[in-house]
């Protein structure tokens, strides 16, 4: 059976094996789950901790976590991605701890007006616009548009990353993203 | 500006704002993700740690397989340093049922313990602080007070039981070597039953009376009529009662003493009649105190012995050869598989509220790492 059975994005480079270490069911299906969630675990970690380096540090933390503890995932009780985010998510809000730094989402309005962009000034602004009013929500809240917006999960994982049902999830994602176009709309 | 047209507008404005990895970083984590994520290097998890992580890692049908297999084997090996300690060790409570037991089977894997013919394995059972002089003595405490603890020597009862393991042609000479050895002891025997048959059927009882003195010649020579299955001497420390007894017996002899004074200075036949009365009842009361007097000297004096010789199928002797047969592997493996469950027992009292301290310090400790995570994000 292949446990982390999931959706496929496309992530540059392969993962290879010798002939002589032939992969496991549950290699394999660790290895499709890797694939798939590659970018957007890192895009949800890094909106968590603020920080690309120590965001490279916990996606890289979480996968090798949730390598090691890949056998004792029981498809019975959630989807793969839901279990590695959830195993992302204690790893970023650890590091966080540790760090004693409050979670806040990446995007800064400098980053975004410093970007090398061939868009209009308009665009940009609309852009610059959209970060302010993100850092304008509560983390919860930014957690959420994360996870919904960055990593691309379904209302379902959601609720099983952060441990809400999935209809909470998605109404606590619908205020969210109402109040940040109020934010945005008060904002241009 | 214009605003966002949409909630599409807005959402897609956001999608746009998601951070990517550096090319670097992410070619890097393929690479590991190909080695199988490979502990980096300069992480130096202590040992324990590190051993905490492999048995996290372990699926948990594996991981109770395992912790069921070393629990297995701690019992085993429990058992039988149990089991060989209490064979070594005479003096501990195990070494009692051994000792039973060993006699009980005439010869098994236990056998060194085992009586032979005229053995002395013996299971006391004695009464507290009893001199050996003073066993099955009958001096009384009489100028001591009433508490048997100031009695300078004491009284004490002894009895014992006894169990020969014979062949079922042999009863009959093993029933007249016991009257023999009785009357060798100036003993009494108060009943006897001798009955014949085959093995299992044929036996004999006897209700004895040693002279305490004798006792242990007498069941010396008993334990050599023949096999000794099983044998018990218990002692009951009697000197409080004795005491008791002789003090009533004095105060008795005191009050006729004075009634016998007041009987003839009574001066009128009514008064005479009144004193005599009282002195009849006093003379039933003192003659009720001689006689228990007279029953705790014979205690005391005359030890109760109760023997049997029994003859296959129960507990004595089956096989006086001494060769190890079918119920004595069973009887072993019952033997064994009771100190197990003791083991098991034991165990579980002293693991089972560790486990369960441990389990709710692990509980708390995950409710207070959940909170402490969610109060980052507040």
Redesign the interface.
């Known amino acids: 059976m292949d446990p982390f059975g999931g959706r496929s994005k496309s992530v540059n480079g392969t993962l290879t094996a010798t002939a002589a270490e032939a992969p496991s069911t549950a290699e394999l299906a660790f290895d499709r789950l890797y694939r798939s969630s590659r970018d957007d675990l890192y895009a949800y970690v890094a909106s968590l901790v603020r920080d690309p380096a120590a965001a490279e540090e916990v996606t890289a933390a979480a996968f090798e976590r949730a390598y090691r503890k890949r056998s004792r995932f029981d498809p019975g009780r959630g989807e793969p991605r839901a279990w590695l985010f959830g195993i992302a998510r204690n790893a970023a809000l650890d590091e966080l701890r540790r760090r004693g730094r409050q979670a806040e989402l990446a995007v800064d309005p400098a980053d975004l007006v410093s970007a090398p962009t061939d868009e209009s000034a308009e665009a940009s602004e609309r852009r610059l616009a959209l970060a302010a009013g993100l850092a304008g929500l509560e983390a919860r809240e930014r957690e959420l548009i994360a996870l919904k917006f960055f990593a691309g999960l379904g209302n379902a994982e959601i609720g099983a990353v952060i441990g809400i049902s999935e209809s909470n999830a998605g109404t606590r994602l619908h205020r969210a993203v109402t109040k940040l176009r109020e934010a945005c709309d008060g904002a241009l | ?4 047209k949409d ?1 599409n507008d ?2 897609a ?11 670097e ?3 890097g ?6 080695a ?2 490979p ?2 290097s300069g992480r130096t998890d202590s040992p324990l740690r590190a051993f905490v ?1 492999r048995l ?5 049908r ?1 991981l109770a397989f395992s912790a069921g297999a070393t629990a297995l084997a701690t019992l085993a090996l429990a058992t039988a340093l149990v089991t060989v300690n209490g064979a070594e060790d005479s003096g501990s409570p195990t070494m009692r049922l051994d000792s039973i037991g060993a006699h009980e089977s005439g010869g098994h894997l236990l056998s060194h313990l085992n009586p032979s013919r005229g053995s002395t394995g013996v299971e006391y059972e004695a009464a507290p602080s009893v001199s050996a002089g003073a066993v099955g003595g009958s001096s009384r405490g009489t100028d001591t007070g009433p508490f048997a603890s100031k009695a300078r020597h004491r009284e004490v009862e002894r009895s014992a039981e006894l169990v020969l393991g014979a062949d079922p042609d042999r009863v009959a000479d093993d029933a007249s070597q016991v009257f023999d050895a009785v009357h060798a002891a100036d003993g009494i025997v108060l009943s006897s039953a001798v009955t014949g048959g085959g093995a299992g059927y044929a036996g004999a009882r006897f209700d004895l009376l040693i002279p305490a003195a004798k006792l242990g010649d007498a069941l010396a020579a008993f334990s050599a009529i023949d096999t000794v299955a099983s044998r018990h001497e218990a002692t009951d420390d009697i000197t409080a009662p004795t005491v008791r007894i002789g003090e009533q017996l004095r105060d008795s002899q005191a009050t006729i003493d004075g009634l016998l004074v007041q009987l003839a200075g009574a001066d009128s036949d009514g008064a005479r009649a009144e004193v005599e009365a009282e002195l009849q009842a006093e003379r039933r009361h003192a003659a009720s105190v001689r006689s228990r007097a007279a029953k705790l000297d014979r205690r005391a004096n005359l030890s109760r012995v109760s023997l049997r010789i029994e003859t296959g199928g129960g507990s004595a002797a089956r096989d006086s050869s001494g060769a190890w047969g079918v119920g004595d592997a069973l009887h072993d493996a019952g033997h064994i598989l009771a100190v197990a469950a003791a083991v098991t027992i034991v165990g579980l009292a002293i693991i089972g509220p560790l486990a369960l301290i441990a389990f709710f310090a692990w509980l708390a400790n995950r409710a207070r790492l959940r909170r ?3 109060r ?3």
């Open positions: 500006m214009e605003p966002f909630e807005l959402i404005e956001l999608r746009a704002l998601r951070p990517r990895p550096s090319q970083f992410a070619a984590l393929d690479e590991r993700a190909a199988g994520f502990r980096r992580a996290r890692a372990l699926p948990p594996r402490a995570r969610e980052t994000l507040a």
